[in-house]
């Protein structure tokens, strides 16, 4: 097996637009996955993040864990610290613009410097999320091309998260015995998401295999909203894909609907209720609902509210350990 790689260069391009949508919405029905050639985030940028990704995963971590991650989606979680007790760092860049900014207190300090980088970037991810919306609604032929991407205000909520990674190369294996892998097989929560990598090692049910392009995931909100039309695939990282001695670099960009965005089946219709992650999600649940769930079950505390009932989680349910 292996993903369609598309071109989206003439994405704006009316002349193109509908068979560009066409290619990208069927890959995302039959897969859930595609690879983008030809899209508009500068290598460079993407490399510069990279760089300044290795660095700061470098350091020790007496410059990292005072910051972890709080309930804005802002801040570092190390390895072996999220519910799966993965291999693997990760750095929450969450939150509307300006955010970083404002509560740049809750950064580590190697990132205070460098707020308006990482927002730039996050606006450029969302740009291209905004484009590949746009494409599902054009060949879903509903009424309005921007019916999914309107929902998507980047202004709204902590959904659009940028989440930088760093599975550590180590000299001898970790016992990991009671722990993880690298990341546990899950779907993301959101709408669309758009990995960067450094190196090989997601596994969809088969590698990919083609690093130069961006890899496009969708999430359960879109699927659960297009009736299960638009697929969000399970992925996972392991040591059998990266060996423990083989460093491994990614960068996630999460594009997530407004948190008020009600999540209702619009096409298809026949979802009545919708499992994943070991979350039920049933209709009327909100973005904002369901992204509270899955962060509080993966990180606890930082995103536990005193006032909020659990929504729609099963009783006994898991949630995405991601
Ligand atoms: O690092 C990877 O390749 C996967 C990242 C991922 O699946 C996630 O952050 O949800």
Not at 131 to 144: I, T, V
Not at 233 to 239: A, E, S
Not at 271 to 300: A, C, F, H, Q
């Amino acid at each position: 097996m292996s993903f369609p790689i598309i071109d989206i260069s003439g994405i704006d391009d009316p002349a193109h637009q509908v068979s560009i949508a066409n290619e990208v919405t069927e890959a995302c029905k039959k897969w859930g996955f595609l690879l983008l050639r030809g899209h508009p985030i500068p290598t460079g940028e993407i490399d510069t993040m990279f760089d300044l990704g290795k660095s700061f995963f470098h350091l020790p971590e007496s410059e990292k864990a005072p910051y972890p991650i709080t309930s804005s989606s802002i801040g570092y979680v190390g390895s072996f610290q999220d519910r799966g007790k993965d291999d693997k760092m990760s750095m929450w860049f969450g939150g509307v613009p300006g955010t970083l900014e404002a509560e740049k207190p809750t950064l580590p300090p190697f990132w205070r410097e460098r707020t308006q980088q990482v927002e730039n970037f996050k606006h450029k991810c969302h740009d291209l999320v905004v484009k590949l919306l746009e494409c599902f609604a054009l060949s879903l032929n509903l009424p309005d091309r921007k019916f999914f991407s309107s929902a998507h205000r980047e202004d709204a909520g902590n959904g659009n998260a940028l989440r930088m990674l760093m599975y550590p190369g180590r000299t001898t294996p970790e016992d990991m015995s009671g722990r993880g892998s690298r990341m546990a097989p899950h779907t993301d929560s959101g709408s669309v998401t758009l990995l960067f990598q450094r190196a090989a090692g997601l596994e969809v049910m088969s590698p990919a295999g083609q690093w130069d392009c961006i890899l496009v995931n969708l999430g359960d909100a879109l699927s659960f909203w297009s009736g299960g039309l638009l697929k969000a695939t399970l992925h996972r990282v392991t040591f059998d894909g990266v060996p423990f001695d083989h460093e491994r670099q990614t960068m996630a960009y999460f594009g997530a609907a407004s948190p008020e965005t009600v999540l209702q089946p619009i096409v298809g219709g026949t979802v009545e209720e919708y499992v994943s992650n070991g979350l039920v999600l049933t209709p009327g649940v909100t973005v904002g609902e369901l992204s509270k769930m899955i962060m509080r079950d993966i990180y606890g505390a930082a995103f536990q509210e005193k006032d909020t009932k659990p929504q729609t989680a099963a009783p006994t349910a898991t949630a995405a350990v991601m």
